[in-house]
């Protein structure tokens, strides 16, 4: 079983910065693929960025050249830093990995969601 925590959400000033933490424990075996969604009210989860074990990164592209993911793999930790924030990156940011047990097995865990506000 794996348990991810999130940490580092906020309010903040349109143009600011914040880093998002998701430090994942418990029965580790492979992490797979470590990201980040988000949920803005009245609007569906979509996808912000991935990160794979071997390094290969996604975002969607209104995020592009404003968020950087990476991961730290002795730690088991993924992060998101957001530069030049927008109001509408106003949403509930949810960290989600994907583990491969000894197995092979791969399964989807989700962070508990951190609450990212930009307004002036």
């Known amino acids: 079983q794996v348990q991810l925590v999130e940490s580092g959400g906020g309010l903040v000033q349109p143009g600011g910065s914040l880093r998002l933490s998701c430090a994942a424990s418990?029965?580790?075996?492979?992490?797979?693929?470590m990201g980040w969604y988000r949920q803005a009210p009245g609007k569906q989860r979509e996808l912000v960025a991935t990160?794979?074990?071997?390094?290969?990164?996604n975002y969607v592209d209104s995020v592009k050249g404003r968020f950087t993911i990476s991961r730290d793999n002795a730690k088991n930790t993924v992060y998101l830093q957001m530069n030049n924030l927008k109001p509408e990156d106003t949403a509930v940011y949810y960290c989600?990995?994907?583990?491969?047990?000894?197995?092979?097995?791969?399964?989807?865990?989700w962070g508990q969601g951190t609450q990212v506000t930009v307004s002036s």
């Open positions: 990160s794979t074990s071997g390094g290969n990164t």
């Open positions: 418990g029965s580790i075996f492979h992490v797979n693929v």
């Open positions: 989600h990995v994907v583990h491969q047990g000894r197995t092979g097995l791969r399964r989807n865990y």
